[in-house]
């Protein structure tokens, strides 16, 4: 499937849609802002996670007194959903948008859609998930950008979330940790900003808890989650059959002297 491309103004983003309905690059004039390649598709791009964000303890969910077991993608626990890596397809594409769907597949016990719809403007990325429950089930959304190096990053948080032993998520509310740091973060003072090349790069999203993971090599990940890590288990939200869920994210891209 070939890569499908949006473009105005300055702002071109290529879309593979074969792996994982993925923003496979995105370029500011000839700026690149986003990872492009990498061995594993957990670690490239900016991809959606849906049916659940970030890790899944022991790839264990547990609902209605049953325990459903997830595939292990990051031993011993699962990562990112089910749909970051399966082909999606292309319901529609124009010079400016694309919207593309798939379902959660059988990696997830049960059955819902996913849409995920991506629009540029001159200043800005617009991304929006949507997920369909076809019966009733635990639901959670969320981005998982793959900024290329920055030489500044601005995130301030009120509250993070403090991690247990196995690394993991609690719902305990702490203070702030300065960085380098792999951690869901809450209460945003300010949007996070990373800056690149000439551009700063602001991230808005109507998603309540937010991931910051610097990587060693001195990429950064900033990713909106509509729930905490392992939050299908210990916060879930609880769709309904033929209920929706929808989350947006902005990447809002201006020009620095």
């Known amino acids: ?13 290529e879309i593979d849609a074969a792996n ?4 496979a690059s995105l370029h500011v004039a000839a700026t690149p802002l986003i990872v492009t390649h990498a061995d594993s598709l957990l670690d490239w791009g900016l991809y959606p996670m849906a ?30 959903g089910t749909v970051f890596d399966c082909p999606w397809n ?5 010079a400016t948008s694309i919207v593309m769907s798939t379902k959660t597949g059988l990696n997830w016990p049960f059955d819902a859609t996913v ?20 019966q009733t089930m635990p639901a959670q959304l969320g981005w998982h950008p793959w900024f290329v190096q920055p030489h500044q990053v601005d ?8 991690r247990d032993s196995e690394g993991i998520t609690t719902l305990e509310r702490v203070d702030p940790v300065p960085p380098p740091v792999d951690d869901c973060f809450f209460e945003p ?3 996070p900003s990373v800056y690149i090349g000439n551009y700063a790069v602001q991230i808005a999203s109507d998603c ?8 060693p090599n001195g990429d950064v990940c900033v990713e909106p989650q509509s729930g905490p890590p392992n939050g299908i288990n210990s916060k879930p939200l609880i769709l309904q059959a033929g209920q929706q869920f929808s989350r947006w994210m902005e990447l809002r891209i201006a020009h620095q002297l």
Request: hydrophobic share 40%.
């Open 155 to 162: 995130t301030s948080f009120h509250s993070m979330l403090q």
């Open 1 to 13: 499937m070939a890569m499908r491309k949006i473009s105005i103004g300055d702002i071109t983003a």
């Open 208 to 215: 309540p808890y937010w991931v910051r993971y610097d990587a």
């Open 115 to 134: 849409t995920h719809h991506i629009a540029v403007t001159e200043t800005s990325l617009r991304c929006v998930l949507t997920i369909t429950a076809h």
């Open 90 to 94: 292309v319901d529609t594409h124009d």
């Open 20 to 23: 994982g309905g993925r923003i």
């Open 189 to 191: 003072n300010a949007w």
């Open 51 to 80: 049916p659940y964000a970030g890790r899944v303890r022991n790839a264990q969910l547990e609902f209605e007194n049953q325990t459903f077991n997830l595939r292990v993608n990051a031993a011993p626990h699962s990562i990112h």
